[in-house]
């Protein structure tokens, strides 16, 4: 189907445009971007007043638990949650059952996202087999195979030597490596953020430093072989300012945060709110200052979700017992458009972290408007209204800390290689 746009406000950082204009699809691609454009014969016509007209999001960070981990989400149900959020691409973490370290595991999520997904789906294979941490899995037939991206996200890579050699390697053929970045010796059997908070519900806690540790060896690791690295799910205030003072030295480090580490602090935990229980766990009030602050000045490159579904027996536990993570395929847009709403970023910044930055650093061709490529485009509804409610969210999980929460602003259309996949 070709597709006319007409009358919205389009926002592409990649070609620093910021206009009311009409967006022409012809067979899956941007023809053309202009205003009053005519209406071919074939082309359906779709009326973006008062709606911003944007690159694809993308989505570098999510859990779709495919295959293995079904029970929890599927790639059917994890697409259907990703485009309702306004996602038309996703890469998914290799912490499947098998573990993504071999072709056979990568074709099988690349066909049933082909066959049976509503966004595109784009797989991060593991740094070491199985993600046991002890031998390098075959990166460059996980790159051939259609890996955009390699990590042990959920683990850390404990063994600096295989760490800096995976680094190298990755360097080499050209694939990105992300890091989970946690020092294990000092995680112990904390359950979440070591403070005030944890004393109180006499919970054992998580120091910021484990973080601030594991951050600063992969950035060393990456500043000795001269290759790029990847920071996931940034949570610490010690974290931003040792990625900020990275950048400054011309390290090739970039990163990520997630919308809960900028709207949420430890506080979601009383109550013993499993919901509010993640990996990183939740921090504090100068945590949350210092995240916002590294969105607006550049050192925090994207926003991904790490969306983390867990069925609900896993959840509905002792908190020590419960399992690490939180949907946020849903929710992320609405987070996110908080920060513009605040002063804390530009409208285009605030899509630069959620479509240009994502594809720039794992080399995804998508996340532009240009004519000649794929037509992946989401329409945003900045005045749309809608409470967070279990029975609605797409995905399998509702493991939200944010439900019964009124949300404002969402996707009204989400559009992959310009077909229309979503529309509220």
């Known amino acids: ?112 996202a082909k066959s049976e997904g509503l966004c595109n789906v784009f797989p991060v294979g593991s740094i070491t087999y199985g993600m046991g941490g002890e031998r390098m899995s075959e990166i460059g037939e996980l790159k051939e195979s259609g890996c955009v991206a390699i990590s042990d996200d959920g683990k850390p890579v404990v063994n600096s030597e295989l760490m800096m050699r995976s680094l190298q390697y990755a360097q080499g053929i050209g694939i990105t490596v992300i890091s989970h970045a946690e020092e294990l010796s000092l995680v112990g059997q904390g359950v979440m953020n070591e403070g005030y908070t944890s004393t109180e519900l006499g919970l054992k806690g998580i120091p910021c430093v484990a973080e601030d540790i594991a951050t600063s060896r992969d950035i060393m690791l990456a500043e000795y072989t001269g290759s790029p690295i990847h920071i996931a799910h940034v949570s610490t205030k010690g974290s931003v300012r040792i990625i900020r003072e990275a950048k400054a030295r011309g390290v090739k480090v970039t990163c990520e945060t997630a919308p809960h580490y900028f709207t949420l602090t430890d506080d979601a935990v009383r109550g013993y709110n499993t919901n509010a229980k993640m990996n990183p766990p939740l921090r504090e009030v100068q945590d949350v200052a210092a995240i916002k602050e590294g969105l607006k000045d550049g050192t925090i490159d994207c926003i991904a979700t790490d969306h983390a579904p867990h069925h609900l027996d896993e959840k509905d536990v002792e908190f020590n017992e419960a399992m690490n993570g939180i949907v946020g395929l849903e929710t992320s847009l609405p987070l996110s458009l908080k920060l513009v709403d605040e002063g804390v970023l530009k409208l285009d910044q605030l899509i630069e972290k959620l479509s240009f930055n994502p594809s720039k650093i794992l080399n995804l061709g998508r996340g532009i408007l240009r004519a000649g490529s794929i037509a992946d485009i989401t329409l945003i509804d900045p005045s749309a209204e809608w409470v967070v409610e279990a029975d609605k969210l797409a995905s399998k999980s509702k493991n939200s800390p944010w439900l019964g929460r009124t949300m404002k602003g969402g996707a009204a259309t989400t559009i992959v290689a310009g077909k229309v996949v979503y529309k509220r």
């Open 1 to 112: 189907m070709n597709l006319l746009i007409k009358n919205g406000r389009v926002i592409d950082p990649g070609q620093k445009i910021d206009d009311v204009m009409d967006v022409l699809v012809e067979n899956g691609l941007i023809k053309e971007l202009g205003k009053g454009l005519s209406v071919p014969a074939d082309a359906k016509v779709i009326d973006a007043s008062g709606k911003y007209v944007v690159p694809g999001l993308i989505d570098m960070h999510v859990h779709l638990r495919d295959p293995g981990l079904e029970y929890k989400e599927d790639i059917v149900s994890g697409t259907k949650s990703a485009v309702a959020g306004g996602f038309t691409s996703v890469c998914c973490m290799p912490n499947t059952k098998p573990v993504i370290d071999n072709k056979a595991v990568v074709s099988y999520i690349i066909n049933k």
